[in-house]
């Protein structure tokens, strides 16, 4: 069974990960160039850094991350117990652990820890960074959304005591705009000032991941409910559909209509 795949940056190369403690890279037209074991455990995903120089695997013991160079030469292992979500920095030199102790962990590509950053009070269980690589968005079972500084310092927190689980963050090409997926079938959009822009409603369960369009003018989400929907993050869009969800929540609430017409 292969459980995880990860190409190249360049395309060139392919990684797949079975249930039998290894990976296997490949040359784009299938030829297998090497099987790589070493792993005490099945591994459950892997990924390239940017540069494609450096692998990130991770098995389900949740005990070990271990860094590779290209060709499947061990570079470390990194014995920390990680809930299986790491996120490399777009220029390749930093990578980041998201821990059940309720932490972030950062490291250099040699394994090298650099930084241990705290604030959430329970599992973190979702990272990114952002494109120009200066901030870190994480999402914890707390209910709390959090952007940090490299060194550690909370910027702004977006969220705080949301009953539904936030995962899959993402954010938009230019970095002005952050996604996060939500245990209560909704995605919420901010601006990376704190901003929330809206919400949007579509799925019946679980939204999964997220992927920004490279223009970042379409969102896509995948869900537990079977379907892939493609947004459209266009102003006008966004704010006529906050017009219909305004225009229905009136509807079916009266009181509050007649208050905001007594306001004015």
Request: proline share 3%.
């Amino acid at each position: 069974m292969v459980t995880s795949i990860s190409f190249s940056p360049d395309g060139n190369t392919l990684v797949s990960v079975g249930n039998d403690n290894t990976f296997r890279i490949w040359k784009r037209d299938g030829t297998l160039i090497k099987t790589v074991r070493g792993n005490n455990a099945n591994v459950t995903s892997i990924s390239f850094s940017p540069d494609g120089k450096t692998l990130a695997s991770i098995d389900d013991s949740g005990l070990a991350i271990k860094l590779w160079k290209r060709d499947g030469t061990p570079i470390k292992t990194l014995t920390e117990y990680s809930n299986g979500v790491v996120s490399f920095s777009p220029d390749s030199k930093t990578l980041a652990s998201a821990h059940i102790e309720k932490t972030i962990k950062l490291w250099d590509v040699n394994g090298k820890q650099i930084k241990t950053i705290t604030g959430h009070s329970a599992e973190v269980s979702s990272i990114n960074f952002s494109p120009d690589g200066k901030t870190l968005a994480s999402a914890s079972q707390d209910g709390s959304v959090e952007l940090w500084k490299l060194d550690g310092i909370r910027i702004i927190t977006l969220l705080t005591g949301h009953g539904g689980g936030f995962k899959s963050p993402s954010f938009s090409p230019d970095g002005q705009t952050l996604a996060f997926a939500s245990s209560d079938r909704t995605i919420k959009l901010w601006k990376r000032d704190g901003k929330l822009i809206t919400t949007l409603t579509g799925h019946s369960d679980f939204v999964n991941n997220l992927n920004f369009s490279p223009d970042g003018k379409t969102l896509a989400s995948a869900s537990t409910d079977g379907t892939v929907i493609v947004w459209s993050l266009n102003l006008d869009d966004l704010l006529a559909r906050g017009c219909n969800w305004l225009t229905d929540y009136l509807k079916n609430h009266p009181q509050t209509r007649e208050k905001l017409e007594c306001q004015n």
